[in-house]
């Protein structure tokens, strides 16, 4: 059974910076690409950003390209999400997810090829 704890979601001013973490546990942490979505009230969960399984490959969203990075830590099996010059449009719950298929050669966004084993961490942009 996968685990995934999220962390440092909080309240942030527009333009503010976040640094998300995520801690897996139950699965080999290096052999698996990462992801983080997003859900706001009222809308389906979407792909944030991902990460292949050996860090070299990154992907994502349109929305958040140029202000979010998405980095891993296979040693302390986290995966970050570094979120800079918010907007009041990214709030939402974060997830972490872990790829389902080990070693995948190419970066998938469909929420429906990850797992997910969190609670997810808000994240609320707001003055």
């Known amino acids: 059974q996968v685990q995934l704890v999220e962390s440092g979601g909080g309240l942030v001013q527009p333009g503010g910076s976040l640094r998300l973490s995520c801690a897996a546990s139950g699965r080999t942490f290096s052999s698996y690409a990462m992801g983080w979505f997003r859900q706001a009230p009222g809308n389906e969960r979407e792909f944030v950003a991902g990460i292949s399984w050996r860090g070299g490959t990154t992907l994502y969203a349109d929305s958040v390209k140029g202000r979010f990075t998405i980095s891993r830590d296979n040693a302390k099996n986290t995966v970050y999400l570094q979120m800079d010059s918010l907007k009041p449009e990214d709030m939402a719950v974060y997830y972490c997810?872990?790829?389902?298929?080990?070693?995948?050669?190419?970066?998938?966004?469909?929420?429906?090829?990850?797992?997910?084993g969190g609670q997810g961490t808000q994240v609320t942009v707001s003055s």
């Open positions: 997810a872990i790829d389902r298929v080990p070693w995948r050669p190419n970066l998938v966004s469909s929420r429906y090829t990850y797992d997910y």
